[in-house]
């Protein structure tokens, strides 16, 4: 009898797992400056985080001279770059409360994988993940590098691909209606989180299964909106 496709759980980064917006306002305010523009309100900005950082540059700079949006990516990563390298606990995201124990916990389940889908490019996302420790617990990690911005679903066919997964029994866990939309794209389940850049009601808005305001209450969310699939 061939063995059942794995429950593969796969997180969005930013505003899921990791309190990035003091890092992502500080490197938009930067590049904003540099390029001679006044920063859009921190709501603007937040709203788009999730994208590829050239699709959201791109939306923030509408309106603005032609080739704005492309210096705002190069100043973006310049002051990102030098952020990391400068070190210490200021350079580094934290993790929400609840984040660790619950990645510890699913990955820990028989026949369960868990994963990452994020618009960070690979060198954001590994100095991330080795900050935190997080490396060993992570089957499959997609990046903006590799494929296009969400919520186009690549990311999360190649994840699916990568751990032999079916989307059947695939969980999207994210804080956008960027990451809720690529999860039904994919054919798989969505969970929204309450505590990061999209309110709640645009994530229900967006189509999420089920909405969480706790890692605490994430795995029985996950069975529950597993339960209800074909």
Known sequence: ?????????????????VDSQHLIVGAMEYAFAAAGQPMPARETVLGIVG???????????AGLPEGTAGHLVEHY?????????????AAVAPLYPGARAALERLSARPGTLIGVATGKARRG??????????????ATVQTADDHPSKPHPSML???????GGDPRRATMVGDTEFDIAMGRAAGMATVGVAWGYHPPARLVAAG????????DALDAAIERVAERRP
């Open 1 to 17: 009898m061939t063995a059942p496709a794995p429950q593969l759980v796969v997180f969005d980064v930013d505003g899921t797992l």
């Open 157 to 163: 066919l190649a994840a699916l691909a990568e751990t």
């Open 77 to 89: 990563r310049e002051r990102s770059i030098a952020h990391r390298r400068a070190g210490g606990a």
């Open 208 to 215: 999420a299964d089920a909405i969480v305001d706790s890692f």
């Open 51 to 61: 994208l590829s950082l050239p699709e959201a540059m791109a939306l923030l700079a």
């Open 125 to 138: 996302l590994d100095h991330v993940v080795e900050a935190h420790g997080l490396g060993h617990l992570l």
